[in-house]
């Protein structure tokens, strides 16, 4: 068994992957969708105030995430002390959210002419969101090479002798 954990341990395979997501790819995700849109909305903001507090609001929040998600993929990739847990929390507030960003423009008053699509866009958007969030909290919970990575109770992983 001591033998199978030393070759399950490492950052490798799907945890290598769930650590180039939460540093790199997503944020890079959350970045692009809020320069496209904000600058896509950017003539209605005169006509619209609400769109542009929806934008700032959304903007402020995806910001923020970002950093949470580079934070927590950069704990797993150094196998940072309590990382596992960090990402949990990672995709809990992503998944709240996502969640939240969906009911966004009706809570800021934004009309439903001026969300038109958006509202169904960003229904799916949530939707896959927090299939994307259980598949990978599911993975944190379940991997071999995550429990020999960073061991059950975790505190001091990566400070392991052995």
Request: aromatic share 10%; net charge positive.
């Amino acid at each position: 068994m001591g033998e199978t954990n030393k070759e399950l341990r490492g950052v490798k395979g799907w945890l290598l992957l769930l650590c180039m997501l939460l540093t790199i790819f997503d944020p890079s995700i959350v970045l692009v969708n809020l320069f496209v849109i904000s600058d896509s909305a950017r003539a209605s903001y005169d006509l619209h105030p609400e769109v542009f507090r929806l934008i700032l609001i959304s903007g402020i929040l995806g910001i923020t995430l970002v950093v949470f998600s580079m934070y927590a993929g950069l704990s797993l990739w150094r196998l940072a002390p309590n990382a596992v847990t960090t990402a949990r929390l990672y995709l809990i507030a992503l998944a709240a959210l996502s969640v939240l960003l969906s009911f966004l423009p009706s809570l800021l008053g934004v009309s439903r002419d001026s969300q038109g699509a958006v509202s169904e866009v960003n229904l799916l958007n949530a939707l896959l969101t927090l299939v994307y969030v259980a598949v990978w909290y599911s993975y944190l919970g379940r991997s071999r090479r995550v429990r020999a990575t960073y061991g059950r109770g975790e505190k001091k992983a990566g400070h392991e002798e052995g």
